[in-house]
């Protein structure tokens, strides 16, 4: 087997070892999944988690998020956001929060990359705004997640991710293609492993995976597109840095398959900085 083949069946078996999410999560995306559940013993669970109740309240609060009115207590954001996309949001805030220990310190500067993901979000959730597609707020939150295999390899295999990042710096090539020739594998496919541990639903699975492939030939009901675009458009404008800053060459084209023009592409790029600050705040990332 050639180095990269081991690389990457260690990685897979270090990711089926990831810590489950925490027990109280767990019966909160148990209940969501539940037909027979109310509103109002979802919101009660969910309320005595206050760390988990704040999170969540903080990311519907977002101005890009898509809702016009403040959603003001839990039992509101139950009400507003329904059982699919809170499982989401659920799942989300608490993956995140169990990645977001530091692994070395010098791999990733966690307020670049934090700053990074927050700007794909806002893209993410500007662009199917802009197209017309119905699901805004999964957008947001597929955005925030869709770099989360990053923060996995600097967790489990850090000296990996430090080859990885080498690559990219002498190559002047993006973290994808170095991870693909040093691990044969990539954050993606990292990031949706753990997301189908977790038991994500399967379009936010589906989008971490494909969110650096070809985006030409996906269907209506995939949102990986818009998480391309938005991901590029912040290495474009520097908004953050998640490993490297090379744009795709088929970012202008991609853009114009979802009813981006050229001439708002700086616009559009000016509005993810302006909002990538003014979220960062809002959810206290420093």
């Known amino acids: 087997m050639e180095m990269h083949g081991i690389l990457k069946t260690t990685l897979f078996y270090k990711i089926r070892d990831l810590p489950p999410l925490p027990n109280a999560v767990l019966k909160i995306t148990q209940l969501l999944e539940d037909t027979k559940s ?18 969540i309240l903080k990311i519907a609060n977002s101005p890009y998020f898509g809702f016009p ?8 954001a139950v009400a507003i956001l329904g059982f699919n996309l809170l499982r989401s949001v659920v799942l989300g805030v608490s993956a995140l929060s169990l990645l977001s220990q530091e692994g070395k310190k010098d791999l990733l500067d966690r307020q ?10 806002i893209g993410s959730s500007l662009i199917a705004r802009e197209t017309k597609v119905p699901r805004t707020e999964e957008a947001f939150i597929i955005g925030l997640l869709h770099d989360m295999g ?3 390899l600097a967790q489990l295999a850090p000296m990996e991710l430090s080859l990885v990042l080498e690559r990219t710096r002498k190559e002047n090539i993006s973290i994808f293609e170095a991870e693909m020739k040093v691990l ?5 496919e990292i990031g949706e492993l753990a997301a189908r541990k977790w038991r994500f639903p399967a379009i936010v699975q589906n989008a971490i995976k494909l969110h650096h492939r070809d985006p030409f030939s996906r269907g209506r009901e995939d949102l990986s ?12 404008g520097r908004i953050g840095w998640a490993g490297d800053y090379v744009v795709s060459p088929h970012l202008n084209e ?4 979802l009813g981006i023009s050229v001439s708002g592409i700086e616009p559009l790029i000016s509005e993810i900085k302006k909002g990538a600050e003014e979220v960062k705040n809002l959810l ?3």
């Open 38 to 55: 109310s509103a109002s013993d979802i919101a009660e669970l969910i309320s005595k988690d206050e760390a988990l109740s704040a999170r």
């Open 284 to 286: 206290g990332i420093s």
């Open 150 to 152: 990053k923060l996995i």
């Open 254 to 257: 991609a853009l114009e398959i």
């Open 225 to 236: 597109p818009y998480v391309y675009a938005a991901n590029n458009l912040c290495k474009q």
């Open 184 to 188: 044969g594998t990539h954050h993606g």
């Open 112 to 121: 670049q990359f934090w700053l990074h993901s927050i700007g794909t979000a």
């Open 69 to 76: 009115n403040p959603i003001c207590s839990i039992t509101h």
